[in-house]
């Protein structure tokens, strides 16, 4: 003989747990691989349109040959900080930005495995581009020893180096999440 459970007479049911957040804690607390994606790739698109702002400033200075609007530190300065915006800011977020959107979708699974640790993994990018871009209001003013910061032209910036170095292993550490 068999019996039916009757679970009626709980408590609780299952359906009376809470919604899902909503307004900008849906974007603050995501879990959700699609909100986080979706993150990812407007933070890569902010930092595409400053990184291009850069690159038109350098464009504009390569316009003709000789100095038209920039000095050559600041030339400099531009071109470390549109190659690491760039490298950093705008084509590894992207990356990740799509893989988040795509990845769980082409492999069957209903979200990404850790999710709270991919939604850190995005909050880090922000205090590590805000010090980036900080660091060209910091005293000598932005890094200026190419995007791939070679040691001996590291030493000879002041406390914007070290910011941007700093910014870029936030960044980092944050890709390797």
């Given at each position: 003989?068999?019996?039916v459970?009757?679970?009626?007479?709980?408590?609780?049911?299952?359906?009376?747990?809470?919604?899902?957040?909503?307004?900008?804690?849906?974007?603050?607390?995501?879990t959700?691989?699609?909100?986080?994606?979706?993150?990812?790739?407007?933070?890569?698109?902010?930092?595409?349109?400053?990184?291009?702002?850069?690159?038109?400033?350098?464009?504009?200075?390569?316009?003709?040959?000789?100095?038209?609007?920039?000095?050559?530190e600041?030339f400099?300065?531009?071109?470390?900080?549109?190659?690491?915006?760039?490298?950093?800011?705008?084509?590894?977020p992207?990356?990740?930005?799509?893989?988040?959107?795509?990845?769980?979708?082409?492999?069957?699974?209903?979200?990404?495995?850790?999710?709270?640790?991919?939604n850190?993994?995005?909050w880090?990018?922000?205090?590590a581009?805000?010090?980036?871009?900080?660091?060209?209001?910091?005293?000598?003013g932005?890094?200026?020893?190419?995007?791939?910061?070679?040691?001996?032209l590291?030493?000879?910036?002041?406390?914007?180096?070290d910011?941007?170095?700093?910014?870029?292993?936030?960044?980092?550490?944050?890709?390797?999440?």
């Open positions: 003989m068999s019996a459970l009757d679970h009626g007479g709980h408590g609780h049911d299952h359906d009376d747990h809470h919604g899902h957040p909503h307004g900008w804690r849906r974007w603050v607390y995501a959700n691989h699609k909100d986080i994606g979706t993150l990812y790739l407007l933070f890569s698109l902010t930092m595409l349109m400053i990184g291009g702002v850069l690159a038109l400033g350098i464009r504009a200075e390569l316009f003709q040959p000789g100095l038209q609007l920039v000095n050559p600041l400099n300065q531009l071109t470390t900080m549109h190659g690491i915006i760039m490298v950093f800011g705008a084509i590894m992207a990356f990740v930005g799509v893989a988040n959107w795509m990845l769980p979708l082409q492999i069957g699974a209903s979200d990404m495995a850790f999710a709270r640790m991919n850190f993994s995005f880090l990018m922000i205090p581009a805000l010090m980036l871009v900080g660091s060209f209001f910091m005293p000598g932005a890094p200026a020893a190419g995007w791939t910061l070679y040691a001996p590291t030493l000879q910036m002041g406390p914007s180096m910011a941007g170095i700093f910014a870029m292993h936030i960044l980092g550490a944050s890709s390797i999440m």
